[in-house]
């Protein structure tokens, strides 16, 4: 049963951070207690979402937790069942229970618990410090008047906080992180076009999928399918589930929160045992593998690597727990990047990665479209088309039965010629019926992969704004005297870094889009060329078949009372019957 709680004071939210707007006495119905820091989400009974501040609310019957008005101040710096004496420098402690600036409790006449029908202070400017504000408990208010840190992001939800280059950028990463290994970094240096890119594997390959065998397990209980992974670079196949396929893809987006991760094939709990299934997702799974093994970062992965070349049981479970226990993950992930020989103007990445992010809204709406387009013309093709070279056919072919009833020597090459012209007709309507196999479907299938990576694509554009907006800050502060220069200096480092990650993502992606859409349409075209070359060349066999027989009786016929006429010639000016 959802939980309920009543709205105790107005709060008018930032609705750009995922915030809603209640007034007193709204319902609103708590979905996520989680999300930290003072905040709740839950939903209106208009349908809308968004965090509101848990000491804003009071529990309904049943409820728990939250901020209600009813519970008595102690006396021992606790709200109800939540302490809040140690929370000056973290998280929203001044929402319930107001602590200044030094970690005392506010005694002025404006007190939250000396005044009625009051909200308990709520000031965004408080909210979010970093962890370095932890170490100015028990200064004096003039020392911290003076210094202060760059703030967290009000929206935990957006792609900024997500992907933990917030937490990197405040250095709040760094301290958790262990030793980086030589062989953890991940290098970027110049492309061609002079821009930031991965540097590239110093030796690329390819997978293959093969094989497909269903196995089964607890004496024939539970049935899968397994596939034979054969990386070029070892040629030793090794044995793998789409369970575990489901697995690296969860491990790959933990890790590389920066990196496109492309999506799996679709699950399927019925007809998954069909051999045209199963070959299809052998297909699609091959694909995968090779997309993921032509990321220069992702393909030297220890998860990947482990994925494709560990063979015993017990050495792939040892690995799995080190996959998942990984220290470089998320924010992480970012310490590993190393750019000394790449210099990036935060200006001038900007204004690339904004343009990228237009470009994706771009490229997700004329994919669509041509998906839509192209699944049309398919249910066209083996549909109306087809049934309307069926209809010519079977209108050919009465023709044909027809004239054989006076089934004279003379007649006999022109009724077999249109009869011929009715089963050419046929033909024709079935490979209609067939082509789409050949050429739009698996221009449907790029289309479909790139528009899930579209959708599973960070959002570099918000990533980059939350990151250049810390840099702004920091430098406000920085001039107001607030923050040191070394600080001010780190942040603009780290977001440098950020921003050349971004732009090697961006570079990564936009060149195997042109790589991938250059296939893709010679596939097609040359499919359709071949499918037009067929119906051409049946055509002209079956014209052909009108010649025989034509001067059957030697020569005209002119001496019996009919025109002499000459055969149709589409070259020859007055040859038209």
């Known amino acids: 049963m959802a939980l309920q709680a009543r709205v105790l004071y107005d709060f008018e939210g930032d609705i750009e951070n995922g915030e809603l707007t209640i007034s007193e006495g709204d ?14 989400e839950g939903e209106l009974s208009n349908g809308q979402r968004g965090l509101f501040p848990e000491a804003y609310v009071e529990m309904l019957s049943g409820g728990g937790g939250g901020g209600g008005g009813d519970v008595p101040y102690n006396g021992d710096q606790s709200y109800g069942d939540q302490s809040y004496g140690d929370q000056a420098a973290g998280g929203y402690g001044n929402q319930s229970g107001y602590v200044d600036n030094t970690g005392e409790w506010d005694d002025t006449p404006n007190s939250y618990y000396q005044q009625d029908n009051q909200p308990p202070p709520f000031n965004r400017d408080d909210s979010f410090r970093t962890e370095r504000s932890d170490s100015t408990a028990g200064t004096s208010t003039e020392q911290l008047s003076r210094h202060a840190t760059v703030k967290k992001n009000m929206n935990r939800f957006s792609p900024f906080v997500k992907v933990g280059a917030e937490s990197f950028l405040l250095g709040t990463a760094a301290k958790k992180a262990p030793r980086i290994a030589e062989a953890e ?71 590389f929160t920066a990196c496109t991760i492309p999506p799996l094939p679709d699950k399927q709990y019925y007809g ?16 995968w593998s090779n997309r993921v093994a032509r990321h220069p970062v992702m393909s030297r992965s220890f998860v990947f690597r482990h994925f494709l070349t560990c063979q015993e049981d017990q050495e792939w479970k040892a690995g799995k727990r080190k996959a998942e226990k990984d220290e470089f993950c998320a924010a ?50 083996s549909g109306p088309i087809m049934r309307e070279w069926h209809r010519m056919s079977a209108v050919v072919t ?8 006076e089934d004279a020597p003379y007649a006999r090459g022109l009724t077999e010629a249109i009869n011929t012209t009715g089963s050419t007709y046929e033909e024709i309507g079935n490979m209609h019926g067939e082509q789409p196999r050949h050429d739009m479907i698996p221009m449907m299938d790029g289309l479909k992969e790139y528009l899930g990576m579209i959708h599973e694509l960070p959002d570099f554009v918000q990533i980059n704004r939350g990151a250049q907006g810390k840099v702004r800050e920091s430098e406000r502060l920085k001039d107001d005297g607030r923050l040191d220069m070394v600080e001010a200096s780190e942040i603009q480092s780290r977001t440098e870094t950020i921003a050349t990650t971004l732009l090697a993502e961006i ?19 040359t499919s359709q060329i071949t499918f037009y070359s067929k119906i051409v060349s049946k055509l002209q066999d079956t014209l052909d078949k009108f010649d025989v027989g034509q001067d059957y009786g030697g020569g005209a016929v002119s001496n019996h009372g009919y025109d002499t006429r000459q055969p149709y010639d589409s070259s020859v000016p007055g040859t038209d019957l």
């Open 27 to 40: 319902t609103i119905t708590v979905i996520n207690q989680d999300i930290g820091d003072g905040w709740w």
């Open 185 to 255: 970094k991940i290098r970027i240096v110049y492309g061609p076009e002079n821009e930031p890119m991965w540097e590239p594997h110093p030796n690329p390959y390819h997978i293959e999928v093969r094989d497909p065998e269903k196995k089964s397990k607890f004496k024939g209980i539970k049935t899968f399918t397994a596939y034979s992974i054969v990386p070029s670079d070892t040629g030793n196949p090794v044995s793998r589930r789409y369970k575990q396929y489901d697995w690296l893809h969860d491990r790959l987006t933990e890790k």
């Open 272 to 287: 998954r045992y069909g051999e045209e299934f199963v070959s299809k997702r052998k297909e699609k799974l091959e694909g």
């Open 332 to 381: 992480q992930m970012l310490l590993t990047v190393d750019h000394r020989d790449v210099r990036t103007d935060l200006n001038t990445a900007t204004e690339k990665v904004e343009h990228f992010g237009k470009f994706v809204v771009q490229m997700d709406d004329t994919c669509n479209k041509m998906f839509q387009k192209f699944d049309d013309h398919c249910n066209k093709m």
């Open 398 to 405: 009465g023709l044909g039965q027809c004239f054989h009833m």
């Open 507 to 525: 570079y990564h992606f936009q060149h195997e889009r042109v790589a991938d859409y250059r296939k893709m349409f010679q596939n097609m075209l």
